[in-house]
């Protein structure tokens, strides 16, 4: 199901908030909990089947690391390698017999294996919690009900934020829902959905008609246009699912932490993973990185503890080597940048317009890495956009692939990818005419993406392939 479809928005949505709302605190969580088993199972019930084995598996991990300290590294171990067991063969197998198939030249046959939607993202969430009671930064939950909660609510379960255990354990016990929490939550759901079907179904429209054309039959220009159009794609659907469930999280009382800080206005690749898809970059940071050593020990082995990260960063989007090569080209620059101290703060405007131009450069050639349905295709169009195919067969012409529709697309989403409205959400109480024309706007945004919804085919989530 998704937040952008009629069936979520019309029935979905205003049935759990009305059981919630009516019903007492005490028996709250169980709405949720319900309501999130059913929101994963429209998908497909035996997808249900899968993540209520996480559930237990972590649940049974975590409460013999509580009760066997002397075996807990053990324990951890395995109950970590059960989890990546179901995320290995749910994933990754078909691609690890196609690699064996083609190295080896041999016939291996099998049965396709479909990946559950949100596996990644659940599958983190569930060793966060492992490894924080590991630590002993938590105790374990021996209320099974309030383990599924944290793993399968359903606002961020399919697509994120990733929600570390102990951001929101105190939450799932105990929180208070008012109608300044709900009225943000309520506005912050608006924008995510106005910026996921108004800005990045219509570009990705655009990127579609391009990417799915061979190389010749664009010229460079276009090719910069799908390019440019598939980035502002990629940021406004994913952040606007992270919008959506950050709202839809404050409706019901939930603080996730922010996923997206204006990543394309970086200096550098080491800022853009700042503020690019948080929860992940964060998640690695505290569980994978810091554990390798991070920046402790030598610069060789810091900058091996990168490349491990975006290796593994890479292969996390998906079961493919062009996911691994676009991983390893963010990390190449990450390390340079950490090799020629090119992060410091110095040379004024000259540097900051050669940095914002060069991070720019590297995140759009990353994204063609990115979408492009092979390795080789990407080549070929990152040659087209410097101008390195001599021989063209043109298509169409350059306005096939942008009306005057995908125009302003492009003019709203260049424009609010930078922080010009980012006290949106932010005008005080006394000011009333900016509140009236704010919620003035964002009813029109809400109907207009409806309308939207109501009309089109094309509406899906580019990270639910994750």
């Keep these: 199901m998704l937040f ?21 605190p005490a028996v709250r969580n169980y709405i949720l909990l319900a309501a999130s088993f059913l929101f994963y199972a429209w998908g497909g019930i035996h997808y249900l089947a899968i993540m ?64 559950p939607i949100g596996i990644s993202f659940y599958t983190f969430q569930a060793m966060s919690y492992l490894i924080d009671v590991y630590r002993e930064e938590v105790p374990a939950q021996r209320d099974i009900y309030k383990l599924s909660l944290y793993i399968a609510l359903f606002p961020q379960l399919v697509a994120g934020p990733i929600v570390k255990y102990h951001d929101v354990d105190k939450q799932i016990d105990e929180r208070t829902v008012n109608f300044e929490k709900v009225a943000y939550g309520v506005k912050r759901f608006i924008i995510g959905l106005a910026k996921k079907v108004l800005i990045a179904n219509t570009l990705g429209a655009v990127a579609d008609k391009i990417f799915t054309q061979q190389v010749s039959s664009f010229d460079t220009v276009t090719s910069w246009i799908g390019a440019v159009a598939y980035s502002l794609q990629l940021y406004y659907d994913f952040s606007g ?117 060069y991070v720019f450069l590297v995140f759009v050639i990353g994204w063609v890495i990115f979408r492009a349905d092979s390795l080789s295709y990407a080549v070929d169009y990152i040659r087209n956009m410097f101008g390195l195919i001599s021989e063209h067969k043109i298509t169409f012409g350059m306005m096939y692939y942008v009306d005057t529709i995908e125009v302003i ?48 085919t094309y509406n899906p989530f580019i990270y639910f392939r994750f």
């Excluded at 206005?265 to 569980?287: A, G, M, N, P, V």
């Design 52 to 115: 209520i084995l996480t559930i237990v598996v972590n649940y049974v991990g975590a409460v013999l690391l509580d009760k066997y300290k002397r075996q807990k590294k053990l324990i951890l171990l395995m109950t970590v390698l059960a989890n990546l067991a179901f995320l290995v063969y749910f994933k990754y197998f078909n691609f690890i017999i196609d690699n064996i198939n083609g190295i080896f030249s041999a016939e291996m046959s099998f049965i396709k294996v479909v990946m």
């Design 241 to 357: 699912y992270s919008d959506m469930a950050i709202g839809l999280g404050m409706i019901f009382g939930f603080r996730f932490m922010e996923n997206f800080n204006y990543p394309y206005i970086s200096k550098s690749i080491t800022e853009f993973w700042r503020r690019w898809h948080i929860s992940l970059s964060t998640w690695f940071k505290e569980y994978l990185y810091i554990p390798l050593g991070g920046n402790r020990k030598s610069p060789l082995r810091t900058y091996f503890n990168l490349f491990v990260v975006f290796f593994v960063t890479g292969l996390w989007h998906g079961a493919s080597w062009s996911f691994v090569v676009w991983g390893l080209w963010h990390g190449l620059f990450m390390i340079l940048e950490r090799r020629t101290g090119f992060t410091k703060n110095s040379g004024g405007l000259i540097k900051s317009i050669v940095s914002h131009v």
């Design 4 to 24: 952008s479809s009629m069936t979520f928005l019309g029935v979905f949505l205003p049935a759990v908030c009305l059981a919630y709302f009516l019903a007492k």
């Design 409 to 456: 697309a492009f003019v709203f989403g260049a424009v609010c990818s930078v922080p010009v409205f980012k006290a949106i959400l932010e005008i005080k109480p006394e000011k009333k005419v900016l509140r009236a024309a704010l919620n003035g706007l964002l009813l029109m945004l809400f109907v207009l993406s409806a309308a939207s919804i109501a009309s089109s």
